[in-house]
């Protein structure tokens, strides 16, 4: 079983822009449509100890207080843009944490009938040292709050969940079974031009933990580095191979192939055992929260058990 550990932790990104309504047109169905106005909200994170919202509509003061936090710096520019939940409401789109340079875009918003269609777009960038998790704050009237919201966004999940689904379907289950399958990777490099054969290379690992009362015991896991193919279907994303990186003796000739010129950024990633303990440790913190397991450690195998972050 090769080494295991992990990497992602918590940043944020926010984009600024506005939109103007415009004169109302008719869809298809007959309803008509109007664009709706919005500002976009600055200098806002996402708390690392809260579940992502199923819903990107926020109506009140103090669910918006209990997921985000002020990031507040210098200058006039650096105030969290003023909400007044009294008069408005906002949709919040939050991302998985990452590496990769990651900002979303809100394009328009969109009222026809009962519902209110929110596009925006997601775009990637270059290999960071260091992880984020992306944001976008819009701001609304409160005129527009009881509407259902529909996100309009085909790449609105990315590469990520398909990977992770992969990882827990395909390499979580050849090892001893455990209550819950905690997949993580560190990438390391994303070449995307091609939506039939999007390449990205990286350091993936597989956790297999049990709950036994407030613990979570790790059972197995292992470290998979290599290299993901995938590609952009209807109906999302999936993975269509996947070059590992062998055991043993050919364990460096091998990931010296997969990763080519980008070896020496996977040696720095994955020889920083200190950050992916603590990475890992943060990682495991929100697949707690998110399920709403009343766990607060987890252990490995004879090892003294750790506290999760709150």
Known sequence: MKKTLFALAALIMLAACGNKPSTATSAPDGDETSVVAFEVARNYFFKN???????PKITSAEAFNQLFGMATTMGEDGKPTAIDFTKQFVLAVVLPVTNLATEINPVKVEARGDSLFYTYDVTTG????????????????????DKTVVLVN?????????IDRYLTSQIGSQYAKGEHCVPFHSIV???????????????????????????????????????????LTDGGYEVTAFEQVEDGSNNLPSAKKIFGDKYDAFQAINS???????????VLATY????NLPVTLYQDFGWPAKKLAK
Not at 49 to 55: F, L, M, R
Not at 154 to 162: C, H, K, Q, S
Not at 272 to 282: K, N, S, T, W
């Open 49 to 55: 100890n809260q579940q992502i919202p199923a819903s």
């Open 126 to 145: 270059e290999i960071q040292s260091y992880n984020i998790q992306p944001l976008s704050i819009i701001i609304l009237d409160k005129q527009y709050e």
């Open 154 to 162: 085909g790449r609105e999940t990315t590469y990520f969940p398909a």
């Open 189 to 231: 490099a994303v070449d995307e031009r091609n939506d039939d054969d999007i390449l990205v290379w990286g350091d993936f690992w597989v956790f297999n933990y049990n709950q036994v009362g407030d613990t979570l015991k790790c059972v197995s896991g292992g470290s998979h580095p290599g290299l993901m193919h995938l590609r």
């Open 288 to 291: 707690v929260k998110q399920h």
């Open 272 to 282: 920083d055992e200190q950050r992916r303990e603590q990475l890992r440790a943060d």
